[in-house]
Structures are given as C-alpha cells and as structure tokens.
C-alpha cells in the first residue's frame, strides 16, 4: 500500500457529500415512514407484501450510496507503479565539462573523474550528451549526440598526457559549454573539476549559463594532485553540487529533465490506473434495484 497513489485526488471532496447524504437518509426514520410503530405486524407485513409501504426503500438507498461511493473512489485514480512503464527520453541537450588540468590528470581524483563521467552518460535518459576537456583552455570532444555510448571510448583513453597545455581555466570551459548549448533548450551542464581556478571570470560564465536557461552541475574532485583542490569553491558556480564518488543527486537531475515528469498526461504511463475496476464494481449495488417483484 505504500506505493498507493492518487492520480485524480480532487474527487475525495465528494466524499464527505455522500456522508452528508448518508445522514440525512439515516435520519428519515424506518422504511415505511414509522407505520410499522402504529399498525399491527400482521397488517404492517401484508401492506409490505403489496408494496404499498415502500419497505425496500432504504435499502434501495443503501445500494445508491455504495454504488456513488465506489465510483467516487473510482474516480480519485488509485494507481500503482507499473513494472512495464515506458522510459521516456528527455529533449534538453547534456554536456559533460571534465576538468584535465595537472592536478586531476597526474593523480588519482582521474580515475574518480573517469567513473562520474560514465555514470553520467547511463543517467541521461536517451538525451543528447556531449562533452568537452579543459585545462588551460577548453576542447570539445563530441558534441551533443543522441548515442552517449561513442564517448565512452573517449572516457576510458583519458590519461596524464591527454592535454597538450598545463594551467586550468574552467572560465574557459563554461564558455565554451556556452556555445555548444546555444541552440539547445532546457539544456544542463555538468562541471566534474577539482575547483582549481574557479575566479571572478568563472563565476560570471555561470551567471550567463544560467541567463540561457542552462542548469549547471558540479561533481567534485578530492585527492588532486600537489593538494590544490578547492571543491568549494565549485559550489558558487552550479545550482546543485555532489561529491564525484556519490553523484546522486546530480544522476537525478539529469534522469528528470526534459519536462516530462511535469506533464501530468504522460507522468501518469508511470502508474496502473486501479480506477475503472472500482468504476466497475459500483454497478453490482445497483443490480437489486432492478430486481422483479411478483
């Protein structure tokens, strides 16, 4: 039951009508509108027999509000996640800045670099992903491709010697991440870097990122060569920051976008609609209303 939700929750409000109603029958006193305390059984038994008492009509009442009460329910969507939902691909492109700067390359915050950017590339959910290198400038490596597994190559090659400069400018990156994403709506940008470098002209690349609309992420690097990581100094640049080794809440992000989970029509393919079955069932009650008499 804790998987239980309600796609159409506005429909409760019909149920405290209903117990309102189910008072006011209550209140109206027996079946035969209090005859049955005057008159004799005998009598009260063969006026019911030739229906001029109405005796069934609380219990046609009873089958009423059972039957309203079931399609109330109905109605509020009960549903449950289905074990065959359709993965549905995001639009917004993805581009994966990866920090090759000495201080990452030359020590073992590259292999964490290496495995954040795989992990990223399963998270993506059939978007667009590039990506892009830096160090003392900035390189694209791919652009946004909607068949992720061709950069894993690239991924698994990356090594000390891969950058043909030293220094690490991620303004540069920012830049030119800037420029890949430009005809990309609803676009994200994930920073994997160690923070080396993050200045005054990183900072004001950020803000013009998130101008055009570009989400920006950071994974963080620890363990860099020559000790000159600085991961928070990464957290001014991006809304949202995680650790290189636990990259959650950024996967998260990334497996949301596209503004699919803000669509109610297509976030409900994620459930199974329970709510014709109780639909259904509210017409057995109504079954003896139509029985015959003799």
Known sequence: MSDLVLLRPWWLLALPLLVVLALWLWRQGPAAGGWER????????????????GGGARRRGVGLLASALLLSLGLCGPAVPRADAPV??????VVIALDMSPSVAEGPALADAQAAAAALLTA???RPVGMLLYSGEAYEVAAPTADPATLESHIAVLARDTMPDGGSRPASALALARQMLRASPDADLVLISDGGGVDGAAQGEAQRLAGDG?????????GSAGGVSDPAALEVLGSLAAPARAPSPVLARLAQRGGLERDPAL???AYLDLGPCLAALAGLPLLGLFRRRA
């Open 124 to 126: 993506v959910s059939g």
């Open 214 to 222: 570009v989400r920006l992420s950071v994974l963080t690097l620890t």
């Open 267 to 269: 976030s409900t393919l």
């Open 38 to 53: 005057v008159m004799p059984p005998v009598m009260f038994e063969a006026m019911r027999a030739l229906g001029h008492l």
């Open 88 to 93: 549905l691909a995001g639009s917004g492109a």
